[in-house]
Nanobody, 124 residues
Framework: NLEESGGATVQPGGSLRLSCVAS???????????MGWFRQAPGKKREGVAI???????MYADSVKDRFTVSKDKTKYTLYLQMDRLKPEDTAVYYC?????????????????WGQGTQVTVSS
């Protein structure tokens, strides 16, 4: 299981940090997995935001580059997404995902493991 937290309502230009904690069933090999964040805005398709693979290599969607940072703490089995300079278009439900087939922000094909999501709203 994956459990996200940290979603909130913030003003444009603000910051948030999302967290995703993995359950004990995934924790034994947590560091080797490709994990990431996807989001879905109302009326839109789900899209990749950021991923980090087992070697620590990162990939970001163009829309969030230089504003968002993905990281993980292997000792705490926790994935993070630091979001800075937030924009109204960042408003969405953010999902933590363990990607089992392809490690990329451009596809979520395959049998992946998803959290339930956390709402991020950017509004003045």
């Amino acid at each position: 299981n994956l459990e996200e937290s940290g979603g909130a309502t913030v003003q444009p230009g603000g910051s948030l940090r999302l967290s995703c904690v993995a359950s004990e069933s995934t924790s034994s090999t947590y560091g080797s997995y490709c994990m990431g964040w996807f989001r879905q805005a109302p009326g839109k398709k789900r899209e990749g935001v950021a991923i980090i693979d087992g070697r620590g290599r990162r990939m970001y969607a163009d829309s969030v580059k230089d504003r968002f940072t993905v990281s993980k703490d292997k000792t705490k089995y926790t994935l993070y997404l630091q979001m800075d300079r937030l924009k109204p278009e960042d408003t969405a439900v953010y999902y933590c995902v363990l990607l089992t087939t392809v490690c990329t922000v451009h596809s979520d094909a395959g049998r992946n493991y998803w959290g339930q999501g956390t709402q991020v709203t950017v509004s003045s």
